[in-house]
């Protein structure tokens, strides 16, 4: 079985779920795991950081992950099966979706500063809003 399967099994995460994480398409996942294809270069390093591998671990060159159990997001422990993705990391993943299809970007390209700056200014703007609409 391909690595980067046995990964996204392993943490309990459907292939559409690591095409967010990895900004691609699911079919894109699914070729990879098949072989079709192979992970260009920026998802690799992305795959590699949210799994906490290293990639001659996930290319198939190594059995040794290295920080198999560690998560790179907080360094914290992660049990064996459990999914690393909290709330705030799945939701900041649907957010940045929503902007690069709104705004026709490439999910293969590194967002601006100035970009960040306005998505999270937009957000904040959000957020308030929908405080004052709650407390009516």
Request: aromatic fraction near 6%; hydrophobic fraction near 35%.
């Amino acid at each position: 079985m391909n690595r980067l399967k046995k990964l996204r099994r392993s943490h309990g995460l459907k292939q559409s779920e690591l095409a967010e994480v990895v900004r691609v398409k699911q079919n894109t996942i699914s070729n990879w795991e098949k072989e079709v294809t192979e992970i260009d270069k920026k998802s690799l390093f992305l795959l590699t950081d949210y799994f906490g591998v290293t990639t001659d671990y996930l290319l198939g060159k190594t059995n040794i992950p290295t920080a198999t159990n560690l998560n790179p997001h907080n360094g914290s422990t992660v049990l064996p099966g459990a999914s690393k993705r909290s709330g705030a990391e799945e939701l900041g993943a649907k957010i940045e979706k929503i902007f690069i299809d709104a705004w026709g970007l490439d999910p293969n390209e590194e967002l601006s500063d100035e970009l960040k700056e306005r998505i999270t200014n937009l957000v904040h703007t959000a957020v308030a809003l929908s405080k004052r609409i709650d407390d009516g």
